[in-house]
């Protein structure tokens, strides 16, 4: 499952629970870039739970939409990832310090009011 919210101005919520077929990933990265119209400054809760491998078809989707994936990076300024793995947390931190201009911070699942009050601190 895999599901893309805007709760408010600039903001986007993503959650994904277990394994995403080519279907599910091409309509959620639809959904991304709909959502992801006219914002800056963004900010973005991820929340990762019971992850599994997507299959093949939906990496496929996925490259196939990495020119305007990499069109969103700049409208994001921080990335806030929630997960019950420690190595997607590791994962997700050092993702953030390889992409200019966007802080990837990661939280156990239990601490989504530290991830919301990073997310809320004003970027440096």
Not at 6 to 35: C, F, Q, W, Y
Not at 75 to 103: H, M, N, Q, Y
């Amino acid at each position: 499952m895999l599901k893309i919210t805007s709760p408010k101005a600039n903001r986007l919520n993503i959650e994904l629970h277990g394994a995403i077929d080519a279907e599910t990933m091409r309509m959620a990265l639809d959904d991304v870039i709909a959502k992801s119209e006219g914002m800056s400054d963004g900010k973005m809760l991820y929340t990762i739970t019971d992850f599994s491998m997507p299959t093949l078809g939906a990496i496929g989707v996925e490259f196939a939409q990495l020119p305007k994936l990499f069109g969103l990076l700049g409208k994001f300024d921080k990335c806030a990832v929630l997960s019950d793995a420690g190595w997607l947390r590791t994962a997700a931190e050092v993702e953030g310090a390889l992409i200019p201009g966007l802080k990837i911070k990661s939280f156990e699942l239990a601490q989504i009011d530290d991830a919301e009050g990073w997310l809320s601190q004003a970027s440096a």
